[in-house]
């Protein structure tokens, strides 16, 4: 089978060289001449992974045309750009693929899911299924083979087993799960959480606030995820609980980081300023703030995190106002 995959960043690169690495079919397609002369001509993508030498076999382009044959093309773009790419891609193929995702988010105005904007924006005869290859993982680590395992979630098993087969080796295992509600939900809001998170770190809060925020980060999440049609089951898992903790904890996630960098300052503003990198818990905070309101859900740490973000509220009183809510039985 042939996987494209559209988009060489660090994590498009790393799964590249997972399915490299099982010798595999597979060619990387990015819009960065630099980066794409660096995978070829040095084995190297030195912009994200600095002098990690990748598989040799391993090729990149330039041309988006090589969907054309492709058996599976592989989406590793910020969910901003999900709808476009996909408006690009349907023309050029010429059979049913698999389409499978990796972006965890949702679309900026239409609030949908990131399997339901490639429904829309992929014609019936092109698209096999969506096949969302999420969980707890940085690029970082998987890219020089540190062992990781995540889920590949579809409403159809047999594409979802598929994905399941190309991918898993000894330092990557998949799982697969088919409720595609709970698990993006998951994926999407953890972001908000792990933004959080590198907010009180970055006001000096330790081990114990931590903990005490993954967990009910985590209720936060089951709560407006089984309000859609998600499984609370799924949040036990890797696409819940599993990817709360790693983005929550590592340095690797750009949502800590930005959290980090506001909670150090105690202010959004140089952030706002200054930021180019894409940080999708950002997003996601303004889109559940809106959701929830709109459905009344209770999410309070999200809805600090907006008000950090949105409304220029001190991330030292967001904390203490956490604290002093209402007292009550914690089930």
Known sequence: MKTVIVGSG???TALAQVLQDNHQDVILYGIESSEIEDINNNHKNSKYFNDVLLNPELKATLDLTV?????????????IAIESICQQ?????SKKVIIVNVSKGFHPETNERMSEVIRRSISPDHLSSVVSLIGPS??????IRLLTTIDAVSLKEEDSQTIQELFSNQYLRIYTGDDEVGSELGVAIKNVMAIASGILSGLGYQDNTRAALITRGLQEMIRYGTAFGGKEQTFMGLTGIGD????CSSVHSRNFQAGYQIGKENTVENFLKNNKKTVEGVRTAKIVHRVASQHGIDMPICEEVYQILFEGKEPKTCASDLMLRELKREF
């Open 67 to 79: 969907v054309q044959d492709a058996d599976i093309v592989l989406l590793a773009v910020p969910t």
């Open 244 to 247: 709360l903790i790693v983005t």
């Open 10 to 12: 660090s994590w498009g």
């Open 89 to 93: 891609i349907d023309p050029l193929l």
């Open 138 to 143: 940085h690029a970082e680590e998987v890219v």
